[in-house]
């Protein structure tokens, strides 16, 4: 071998390692899946058994129109013109999921409250099975309020966002009526979503717990704002880049510290597939063969991030209980992330969107 091959070798090898001459990092590979080989899956999430558990959340909307600033204060005076609400957080996973086809039962918390039946009445409607909805003997529902903003020719903004709720209490006996809830629900589903907003709904506790009564092939999907690192030998996760950074407990400014924070995440976790969403940038997928990093689908400016990564998580679950390789799972959850973006509030994402999307980039 020539000098020049032999110095070639080293300085690729070097690139493997961190700087403190630790074990060797996968590389960050960036792939490209076509339209082709993605359209398929689309048809496959139709009627496949699904679950959702989680914190359901109402997002609630307040549309005014502003016009001046307040005498009494440097604030803007609004003037309120209608409502409209959607489901938020594990209600957004379980509508994405219904809206892609899939048979979609719900477990978790609301309150007794007008919030709670709207929750359940939006999940109804389209098509969810709401028996494991059940009702807290204390708490309310979640609801945060976004206050949206604007004159007669300009777009509405938020102006101000309001939450309203706190964790769920659990004592003994409203573990056990959510355990029976769930197990009911998983005994012959495929895919499981865990969306865990940090209201106790779901727990990495819980999630322990029930995974002894899951069936051998369910795909179990997790999707947590906080608690990332306390779940463990899931399918697969799909933190944001602020929350894996969070979890791994140090910043990702780098595609290296990527790298290895990735795969210490999931040493630590034991999750087969680590979908790491960034943004502009895209996503990248960590499993046992490397990092692959794909770009953002479309390359179009984001509208509204509300409720991205609730199309992502359910999209990749969906995909990967259809049979789906992992790369392609993830890119057809890349697609539906880019749609979700394009458009403002928490709007499920439909085939039709997902196929329109597939073609606009002319692949």
């Not at 409720?307 to 697609?335: E, I, K, R």
Request: aromatic fraction near 4%; proline fraction near 4%.
């Amino acid at each position: 071998m020539s000098a020049r091959k032999t110095a070639t070798v080293r300085k690729r090898g070097s690139a493997s390692r961190n700087r403190r001459g630790g074990a060797a990092v996968s590389p960050l590979v960036r792939r490209r899946v076509g339209a082709r080989a993605l359209r398929p899956w689309i048809d496959r999430l139709r009627d496949l058994p699904a679950v959702v558990w989680g914190d359901f959340v109402l997002d609630e909307y307040w549309q005014c129109r502003s016009t001046r600033v307040s005498r009494e204060a440097p604030v803007l005076v609004l003037d309120y013109r209608s409502r409209s609400a959607e489901g938020g957080g594990a209600a957004n996973a379980a509508l994405n999921m219904a809206s892609l086809g899939a048979r979609v039962a719900v477990v978790g918390w609301v309150g007794a409250d007008p919030a709670g039946e709207e929750i359940r009445t939006l999940l109804a409607r389209a098509g969810c099975d709401v028996r494991g909805l059940l009702v807290h003997p204390s708490n309310p529902t979640i609801v945060k309020t976004r206050i949206v903003a604007g004159d007669v020719h300009t777009a509405l903004q938020q102006v101000v966002r309001v939450d309203r709720g706190e964790a769920f209490a659990a004592d003994a006996g409203s573990r056990r009526l959510l355990m029976e809830a769930l197990r009911r629900a998983t005994a012959d589903a495929r895919a499981l979503v865990m969306s865990d907003y940090g209201y106790d709904s779901v727990t990495p506790v819980l999630a322990r717990h029930a995974a002894r009564a899951w069936p051998r092939q369910l795909v179990v999907g997790v999707d947590a704002r906080y608690r990332l690192g306390d779940y463990r030998n899931v399918t697969v996760a799909t933190p944001n880049e602020g929350e894996a950074a969070a979890a791994i407990g140090h910043a990702l400014g780098s595609d290296a510290e990527l790298a290895r924070g990735a795969q210490s995440l999931r040493r630590r976790t034991g999750v087969e597939q680590l979908i790491v969403t960034r943004g502009r940038d895209g996503m990248t997928l960590w499993n046992g063969e490397g990092g692959a990093s794909l770009e953002a689908w479309g390359g179009h400016e984001a509208v509204d991030v509300t409720g991205a990564g609730d199309a992502v998580v359910a999209t990749v679950t969906l995909a990967l209980a259809a049979g789906s390789p992992p790369l392609a799972a993830a890119a057809l959850a890349n697609v539906a992330g880019c749609v979700a973006v394009s458009r403002r509030g928490a709007v499920a994402v439909t085939p039709h969107e997902l196929r329109d999307a597939l073609a606009g980039a002319g692949a």
